[in-house]
């Protein structure tokens, strides 16, 4: 069973922790077919690469003075980020179609019958 996926709030907040803004991302995943989705999610994971680059090399703790758990915090969206992926659910079940058949056959003496519904009774189907 897959995780539970992520909401629109969480990868939001990810972007924006990035410096992306939710507008650009609510553009590039706003579309109608999945090529475009999956088009558009591989663009978003791109530039947070390079707004993550960016950010490590000013927010590392080794360097400036930086914080550590601020650096941590970016180092988790940029996971999460690059951690999106598409999955394709399987199609749902269709729910089953009841079907009637009446079939009417004639007997040797020129008589016809029918059988109940969904009966097979006396009859032989290929």
């Known amino acids: 069973m897959h995780p539970k996926p992520p909401t629109k709030r969480e ?6 922790l990035l ?26 994971k791109e530039c947070s690469k390079k707004a993550w680059k960016k950010l ?5 703790p080794d360097r400036n003075d930086g914080n550590d758990e601020e650096f941590k915090t970016l180092s988790s969206a940029y996971d999460n980020i690059q951690n999106l992926r598409v999955i394709k659910t399987p199609p749902r079940p269709q729910p089953m179609r009841v079907v009637h058949i009446h079939v009417n056959f004639g007997c040797t003496n020129g008589n016809t019958w029918t059988t109940g519904t969904g009966s097979t009774t006396g009859a032989t189907f290929w």
């Open 11 to 16: 990868i939001d907040s990810w972007f924006a």
């Open 19 to 44: 410096g992306i803004s939710s507008k650009f991302v609510h553009e590039k995943l706003n579309v109608k077919t999945t090529t475009e989705f999956i088009n558009g999610l591989d663009e978003l």
């Open 56 to 60: 490590a090399f000013d927010k590392h």
